[in-house]
């Protein structure tokens, strides 16, 4: 079994920080790409990042220069720091990766998500 579990999602007032985990646990041979997703209310879910094991990032032009990709290889972990969010940034933050198991498949899965919100 896989787990993505995401935390540091909360309320932040616009111009603020804020920074997103996501731990992948569990029965995991690598990880590869990783991302963040996003969706909020009454819109479709949104790719916002994604970095891969060799850390290429890229990211959706809203946020280029306010969000920052990372990743800790080590612990299966990945990470979001989001600077200077707008109201716009708020939505259920997604983690994503996709990871190769003991048999050598390669799966994709979703962490639970993670509510951010940007209000004054």
């Known amino acids: 079994q896989v787990q993505l579990v995401e935390s540091g999602g909360g309320l932040v007032q616009p111009g603020g920080s804020l920074r997103l985990s996501c731990a992948a646990s569990?029965?995991?041979?690598?990880?590869?790409?990783m991302a963040w997703y996003r969706q909020a209310p009454g819109k479709e879910r949104e790719l916002v990042a994604t970095?891969?094991?060799?850390?290429?990032?890229n990211y959706v032009d809203s946020v280029k220069g306010r969000f920052t990709i990372s990743r800790d290889n080590a612990k299966n972990t990945v990470h979001l720091q989001m600077n200077s969010l707008k109201p716009e940034d708020t939505a259920v933050y997604y983690c994503?990766?996709?990871?190769?198991?003991?048999?050598?498949?390669?799966?994709?899965?979703w962490g639970q998500g993670t509510q951010v919100t940007v209000s004054p």
């Open positions: 994503n990766a996709n990871i190769v198991r003991a048999t050598l498949r390669q799966f994709n899965y």
């Open positions: 970095i891969t094991n060799g850390g290429s990032t």
């Open positions: 569990g029965s995991i041979l690598r990880v590869d790409d």
